[in-house]
Each structure stands twice: as structure tokens, then as C-alpha cells.
């Protein structure tokens, strides 16, 4: 396997100061980007710390390597073209060889997703991918998930999603939107509902219990999907297998 796109020689190197949290990102970033192949089709994950891998990946195309993406959201499709990463769908390509994406938690090969309300993208390209790999820095690691679970919901259906998560012990939360007067809209015109279950010990039957609520188009557990898990640190990259 090809890992000679870039010289990333601060990926590994001990840091006495730690580094700081951007530095972790951007370290992280850049070794899950050498981790995609001359020829390569990659999911482009969204997030601050995946857009460090796609850049670091623009660099790469720059020196005349092959590569090609597929976004998951506006901003990672904003971020690829800035780094001049030519791009492509899902329709017009045979498999996805790679993608490279972030998560707003981690445990082991479980994530939370969703914090910039592109999960139901995200999780199509990732799990279409012959290879998952996660890039988070350490803050994102934990023993078990908690983090609240978005969950992309029709509109109409929003009253009786909401319910049904209650039933679960969920406590749903309608996402409000930062500069504008009322919620998040999705790229694909739906709301989100941030539910938070406390310490989830099964994610998979909590993901599975979502997933047959009428009206849910996705959540942001991705259970059983990663890979790898690209973590940096403060003595630099550590790169662990789920399978």
C-alpha cells in the first residue's frame, strides 16, 4: 500500500508541550490521508478534522496524484474544491475505495455522528466505502457513548418521533439553528432532533430501535462501521484496528 502522498514528519514525533488541539487535528487528518492509494475514489468526510485530511489530500492531486472524492455535505464538497480534489457521486463511480471521515465520539468501532447535521450523507458514502477510517483527535475518545444522538426526522413526523424516543428513555431535543430564527434545516429539508440517552451500553439496539421509527430518515450511530480509528494525541498519531 501506497503511504507516500505527503512528508507528514510531525505526525508521529513526540510533542512535550502535548500540542495544541488543532495541531492534534490537522496531525491526525494528514496520516488518515496517507492512507488512500494512487487511483483512489474517497469519501470526504465533514467536520474540522476531516477537512485537514481532504487538504491534505488537495496537496497530494497537487503533485499529480489520482485521486477523486465524494462529499458528504456542502462544506466538505467547499473544502475539496478549495483544495482542487476533482469530484464525483455515488451513481458514477463502481465502489468507494476509502473514506476518511470524523465523529463527535468514539468507543472502539462506535461512533456518534452528526454535530454538523450531515449524518444521513455521511453515513451512505462511509458505509458504501471498502474502508472506514475515523479521524478524531484524543477529546473524542471515551468508555462509553453518551453524547446526545441526532436524529434526521421528516417534518410532519416530528411530534410522534419525539414521542416515541421519550418511550425509549430518550430525551429529544429540537435543534435550533445558530443565526437564524428557528431550526436546523438539513441539505435534504429536514429537522433534527438531538436525543440524548444518557450512558448508551447497547448502541446497537438503540440504533436499531431508531432506525424503525416511522418518519426517521437517519441517526448518528454508526455501529459496527469503522475500520480504523486515526487518533491524535499529545506524543503524536496512533492508528488502531477495530476489526
Known amino acids: 500500500m501506497n503511504r507516500g502522498f505527503l512528508s507528514v514528519g510531525s505526525a508521529n514525533r513526540d510533542m512535550k508541550d502535548g500540542g495544541s488541539r488543532a495541531t492534534r487535528k490537522r496531525q491526525a487528518g494528514e496520516r488518515a490521508a496517507e492512507m488512500a492509494t494512487d487511483g483512489d475514489v474517497v469519501g470526504l468526510g465533514t467536520g474540522s478534522t476531516a477537512a485537514y485530511a481532504t487538504e491534505a489530500l488537495g496537496a497530494a492531486v497537487a503533485t499529480g496524484h489520482d485521486i477523486t472524492g465524494i462529499p458528504t455535505s456542502y462544506h466538505s464538497r467547499a473544502v475539496a474544491l478549495d483544495a482542487g480534489i476533482p469530484l464525483t457521486e455515488l451513481d458514477a463511480v463502481d465502489a468507494v475505495d476509502i473514506a476518511i471521515d470524523g465523529a463527535d465520539e468514539v468507543v472502539d468501532g462506535d461512533l456518534i455522528k452528526g454535530g454538523g447535521a450531515a449524518h444521513t450523507r455521511e453515513k451512505i458514502v462511509d458505509a458504501a466505502a471498502d474502508r472506514f477510517v475515523v479521524v478524531v483527535d484524543d477529546s473524542k475518545e471515551t468508555d462509553v457513548l453518551s453524547h446526545p444522538v441526532p436524529v434526521e426526522v421528516v417534518p410532519a413526523a416530528r411530534p410522534t418521533v419525539m414521542k416515541t424516543v421519550r418511550d425509549m428513555d430518550g430525551e429529544p431535543t429540537l435543534r435550533s439553528a445558530g443565526r437564524k430564527d428557528g431550526p436546523v434545516i438539513t441539505q435534504h429539508g429536514n429537522l433534527v432532533l438531538d436525543c440524548d440517552f444518557g450512558p448508551i451500553e447497547d448502541p446497537a439496539a438503540i440504533s436499531t430501535a431508531l432506525s424503525t421509527i416511522p418518519g426517521v430518515l437517519e441517526?448518528?450511530?454508526?455501529?459496527?462501521?469503522?475500520?480504523?480509528?486515526?487518533?491524535?494525541?499529545?506524543?503524536?498519531?496512533?492508528?488502531?484496528?477495530?476489526?
Request: net charge neutral; hydrophobic share 40%.
Open 219 to 243: 441517526h448518528g450511530l454508526f455501529v459496527d462501521v469503522a475500520d480504523e480509528i486515526v487518533v491524535g494525541g499529545p506524543k503524536g498519531v496512533q492508528v488502531r484496528s477495530t476489526r
